[in-house]
């Protein structure tokens, strides 16, 4: 478990540092990842969003606020619905981060894996306690 948790964090570490390099905090990229991976048939809206991200919804806005003071993200209204999407500069932003981050996982993910196959394969009878 010890060492599924390390492969994890190093993924996310290298994630928060890929989204820095790129000039944003790791949230907004969290942010972009988010809106960009929601299905057609979800709609972008502050309330959906905080959800993905396990935030608040205050909080949820106040990122949103950020993102859009950086024109990376715009606010269509629909009646009483707000609705939160990518702009252009947010999409080429989103893709380079993606692009390092996959290249990265291309080199990390076997061993995420590896690890993660041997917590399955684990037979927790089979294991001593140590003393």
């Known amino acids: 478990m010890a060492e599924f948790r390390y492969h994890i964090r190093r993924y996310l570490e290298f994630s928060d540092q890929a989204a820095k390099a790129a000039g944003l905090e790791p949230r ?16 972008p809206t502050v309330g959906v969003l905080a ?7 205050h909080s949820t806005v106040e990122l949103i606020n950020r993102a859009e003071s950086n024109d990376l993200v715009r606010r269509l209204r629909a009646g009483t619905r707000v609705f939160v999407r990518l702009t252009k500069k947010g999409e080429r932003v989103l893709a380079r981060i993606v692009d390092k981050r996959l290249q990265q ?12 196959q041997q917590l399955i394969n684990t037979n927790p009878k089979s294991k001593r306690k140590r003393k």
């Open 51 to 57: 959800q993905q991200l396990h935030a608040h919804h």
């Open 105 to 116: 996982l291309r080199v990390a993910g076997p061993a995420l894996v590896n690890s993660l």
């Open 28 to 43: 907004q990229y969290q942010l972009l990842l988010a809106i960009r991976a929601l299905p057609d048939d979800v709609d």
